[in-house]
């Protein structure tokens, strides 16, 4: 049985989800409600539930607030936000902050509500077996090689299941050879540190980002679709353009990308994936490696 608490003062809205919650066929779930955040709080602290849908909008609390307030209070029980779709952008970015999912009200179906509970759910566990390992690069702070593959794998189970998209992405800082020979290796160690602060930066919090080894890198970008790599890219280098622009650097930096997606219905490993992305990466970087040639 799924535990789940409804944060939301519409009692028709609760009423619906009650009702799609009962339609689940395989699953169980039992509801609790609260009408507003205090109410909430108090009933999360005594423990006990397994997930919280959150309305953003409530009678002591509106907007992002709602969720950083819940967060600081209750960081260790998945959240998965209710939202009407003038709130949509605003859920998007609370998804960046560390929301598991969210959900648009008149757009919810009993098979999309089931999904989000239940993946909201898998991705903590995850998370709490992620603090439990040694799992973390010490010089980026970002997952090492075996956070990668130990969230990843277990990550790209729950896509299989879920019918869920994601994005493989393998990213090369160019030109470390040379920062370290030019400018010694703190340098290097910086300009590591930028690269991981640009990811931070791109990505979302969901979002599985490792330091593959040495200059590489390697995103799971979740929930991705093929049409919409290109406005991460887009972000990737708007946030690599401001680093460089900065006053007083001593070099720039630069990136060598591939990336691959996962198709639920046609699956391939974790390996089999990174091994496409980091080919695709290698075209990359000869390719750059010309053109800065016949630049000069």
Aim: proline share 3%; charged share 25%; hydrophobic share 45%.
């Amino acid at each position: 049985m799924i535990k789940v608490l409804v944060v939301e003062d519409n009692l028709g809205d609760i009423l619906l989800l009650e009702e799609m919650l009962l339609d689940v066929p395989l699953i169980k779930f039992e509801l609790e409600k609260a009408h507003c955040l205090s109410a909430a709080l108090e009933r999360l602290l005594k423990g006990g539930i397994d997930v919280v849908l959150l309305d953003l909008t409530l009678p002591d609390s509106i907007g992002i607030e709602t969720f950083a307030l819940l967060r600081q209070r209750i960081p260790d029980v998945p959240v998965v936000i209710l939202t009407g779709l003038d709130d949509e952008l605003l859920a998007k970015e609370a998804v960046r902050q560390g929301v598991q999912d969210y959900l648009v009200k008149g757009h919810i179906n009993s098979k999309a509500l089931e999904r989000s509970l239940v993946y909201a759910i898998e991705r903590q566990r995850l998370h709490e077996e992620v603090l439990t390992l040694s799992l973390v690069d010490e010089l980026t702070g970002l997952y090492n090689r075996r956070g990668l593959f130990t969230l990843g794998r277990q990550q790209m189970k729950v896509a299989l299941v879920m019918q869920k998209n994601l994005c493989v992405l393998f990213i090369d800082l160019n030109r470390m050879k040379w920062i370290n020979d030019s400018f010694g290796h703190s340098a290097g160690d910086s300009a590591l540190r930028e690269a991981a602060d640009i990811q931070r930066d791109t990505f979302r919090d969901a979002d599985i980002i490792s330091r593959f080894g040495g200059d590489e890198f390697v995103i799971l970008a979740l929930d991705i679709l093929p049409a919409n790599i290109q406005i991460i890219l887009n972000r990737l280098k708007t946030n690599l353009d401001k680093i460089n622009s900065s006053p007083n650097r001593q070099f720039q930096l630069s990136f060598s990308i591939g990336y691959v997606h996962f198709d639920p219905s046609n699956p391939l490993s974790l390996n089999e994936l990174i091994d496409r992305a980091d080919k695709l990466m290698y075209e990359h970087k000869m390719l750059n490696k010309k053109l800065r040639s016949e630049s000069i």
